[in-house]
């Protein structure tokens, strides 16, 4: 995809900052709207679009890991009392005690994955470095071996911190929502609907999540 997003400042516990899409993105959304130019009220009623990116580190895996179903404000919160108490590599999270992670916020099943998923980065069973070298399945083989990671958590790594175009997290609910609003739907579509909805869009449907999340945190601005 070329050059990547400048890098948020996940890894030192800071609230993430949104960026402007890099070159190649914004060829992928000029290709889009010509496939839907609904998209493009987006941008004209929200303003540009900016999307968030993270490096492809442990750390950025383990953010991830605590937004599940939490808001946005929530989970930086909780990451950032995490980053404070320790460095968020795999040694220390895996050696941490569990108590000792339970303060900053995280519930014993989000302790759970994240030292599972410590322990197998520390014993080689997952390559986190190799994963942009490697196709979409591949990566969610290889993170769905480890409990408490389940598709999102997959889709939104593969999103915000690989930059893959053709990813669609079809069960969050702010997708939904935008979706809905933006096409003036008397119901909110189900993530199956959802899926179908955008299906003509590929493989552009990444793109399409990033601008209904722009489109949705300006509904709720």
Known sequence: MGSRPKASTIGTGKTVELTKPN????????????????FQQIETIAGNLEIRSYEPTFASLVRIIV???LSTKAADAIFLRLSESLE???????????EELR???????????CQTLAVAILEGKIDLESFAKLPDEAIATQLLQIKGIGKWTVEIFLLFCLQRLDIL???????????????????RPTAKELIALVAPLTPYRG???????????????
Not at 88 to 98: D, K
């Open 103 to 113: 303060k900053v916020g995280l519930s014993r099943a989000k302790v759970a994955c």
């Open 207 to 221: 793109v399409v999540a990033h601008l209904l999340w722009h489109y949705y945190r300006y509904l709720h601005s």
């Open 88 to 98: 968020i590599l795999p040694s220390p999270i895996a050696t941490c005690a569990e």
């Open 67 to 69: 937004g599940q179903q």
């Open 169 to 187: 997290p079809a069960n969050d609910l702010a997708l939904q929502v935008a979706y809905q609003k933006l096409k003036n739907l008397s119901i």
């Open 23 to 38: 070159r190649d993105f914004r060829k992928a959304i000029a290709q889009l709207y010509l496939l839907d130019p609904d």
